[in-house]
Each structure stands twice: as structure tokens, then as C-alpha cells.
């Protein structure tokens, strides 16, 4: 009898132990606990952001308090890409790796991604050969299509330019003022306006044939004037967050 009793006695008081677990034993089994803290430039708190942190391919959702701050239990030694999913703006992702310390760890980080407006340069340069609108270099153009992809919220407006006048030496200016009449001076040499449109075209079938989904959220226009760049791209819109998305 007394032996019955004793089991009944380990068998409940096992029971108690199991069902009155800490939950801070239950969070260190995990072994690790991002607590982050989202701030704009000037410090300010961004408080019920949405968010995502992605480690190869599962994603964790959450969501920061009205103080900006949140906790997610993650795994040691991971590194996650935090994207943000503000209302009103876009903000760049961020990247957090996690210490792995072989014991349970709370890792305290801040992040202040910077944001993309409507308005801000995305990408500029000279893509193409001088005179012509055969492409130079096609690396603006794919930096522009990764940032679409990355940022499905945005939309850009295209710039296409004539060639800028190039610099003259000094020995040039001294013969075109000699061959100049009548006090005029020579103009920089441009190929027209049909040549901003064959360089409309080019960047258009570009996008088409690559990047055919993008397409649809570029505007492409001609500059009035020379530029310094023959190719610019800025942000056109952004698209309201979707918050169902996170």
C-alpha cells in the first residue's frame, strides 16, 4: 500500500512539474530570442509594422507594437531577412544573423531601413554607344529589374537623353571661333529627336523580351534637353502595402 501511494505521489508531482513549466524554459529550448526595435532615421519608433523573417525559403510573420519593438523566437546561427511592410512607403530589407552560442541567447537588435519615396533616383548612366541607341552596358538596366522584383511595390518612370555635348580642348574652341560667322556660335553636334525615339524603343523591347511583367510598371519618356546621363530611373509610385500580404 505504501508503495502504491509513493507512485501515486511521483506520478502527480511529475504532473505538477509538467503542467507549471516556465515559459521562459519553454522559449530557451529554442535556444534563441530576436528582440528588435524599428526606428526611422530620426529615432522615431515605427510602431504596427508588419514584417517577415525569411531563412532559406520558411518564413516566420509578425508584426511590431505601438512602441516599435517585437520578439520572435528564432533558430541559433540563422540568418534572416527581415522585410518590412509598411502602409504608406517602402522599406529596404534588412539582414540579421543569429548568434549561436551553444546555450540559450536573447539577441537585442535595432533597424532603421532606409525608406524609397516616390521621386528618388533608382538608377542612372550611360547605357548607350554615343550616337546611336545600341546598348553600352545593360547594368543599369538589370539593376533597375532587380529592384522592381525585389520591391513589387514600386513602379519607375524611365528617362531616355541625347548624348551631352562633349568637353572641347582649348585648342578646339580657338578654331571653332576662327570658322564661326557672324558671331554664332557652332552647336553641339545631336542627332534629333528620332534618335530619342529608336532609344525609347530599345529600352522598351528590352523590358518586353527580359522582363516582360516588369513592363507593365515602367513609363519611358524622353528628355527635352542633353543630359549627363543617357538613362535614368526613378521611383514613379509607390503601391499601398497590401497587409494581408504578411
Not at 509513493?6 to 504532473?15: D, E, N, Q, W
Not at 504608406?88 to 539577441?107: A, F, Q
Not at 548624348?163 to 570658322?179: G, I, L, R, S, V
Not at 523591347?205 to 527580359?210: I, Q, T
Request: glycine letters at 6%; one cysteine or more; aromatic letters at 8%.
Amino acid at each position: 500500500m505504501k508503495h502504491s501511494l509513493a507512485l501515486i505521489t511521483a506520478c502527480f508531482c511529475a504532473g505538477c512539474f509538467f503542467i507549471f513549466t516556465p515559459v521562459s524554459a519553454q522559449v530557451q529550448g529554442a535556444s534563441a530570442l530576436l528582440i528588435g526595435k524599428l526606428t526611422d532615421k530620426s529615432g522615431n519608433s515605427l510602431g504596427n509594422v508588419r514584417f517577415s523573417l525569411n531563412n532559406e525559403g520558411k518564413k516566420i510573420r509578425g508584426k511590431t507594437d505601438s512602441e516599435g519593438t517585437f520578439q520572435q523566437v528564432v533558430k541559433p546561427g540563422a540568418t534572416y531577412v527581415i522585410e518590412w511592410q509598411h502602409p504608406s512607403m517602402v522599406l529596404k530589407r534588412d539582414t540579421v544573423v543569429i548568434p549561436n552560442t551553444g546555450k540559450y541567447v536573447e539577441h537585442n537588435a535595432t533597424f532603421t531601413p532606409q525608406a524609397i519615396a516616390a521621386g528618388d533616383m533608382l538608377v542612372s548612366g550611360n547605357i548607350f554607344t554615343r550616337g546611336s541607341a545600341d546598348f553600352i552596358s545593360e547594368t543599369e538596366l538589370r539593376t533597375l529589374a532587380m529592384t522592381l522584383k525585389e520591391y513589387g511595390r514600386l513602379s519607375a518612370i524611365i528617362t531616355v537623353s541625347n548624348d551631352a555635348p562633349e568637353p572641347k580642348t582649348k585648342k578646339t574652341k580657338a578654331k571653332t571661333t576662327k570658322k564661326s560667322k557672324k558671331g554664332k556660335a557652332i552647336p553641339a553636334p545631336t542627332t534629333g529627336f528620332p534618335l530619342l525615339t529608336l532609344r525609347e524603343e530599345a529600352v522598351s523591347a528590352y523590358f518586353s523580351k527580359n522582363y516582360q511583367q516588369l513592363a507593365k510598371r515602367l513609363t519611358i519618356v524622353a528628355a527635352g534637353t542633353p543630359e549627363a546621363n543617357t538613362f535614368s530611373a526613378k521611383v514613379n509610385s509607390v503601391q499601398p502595402s497590401i497587409q494581408s500580404d504578411l
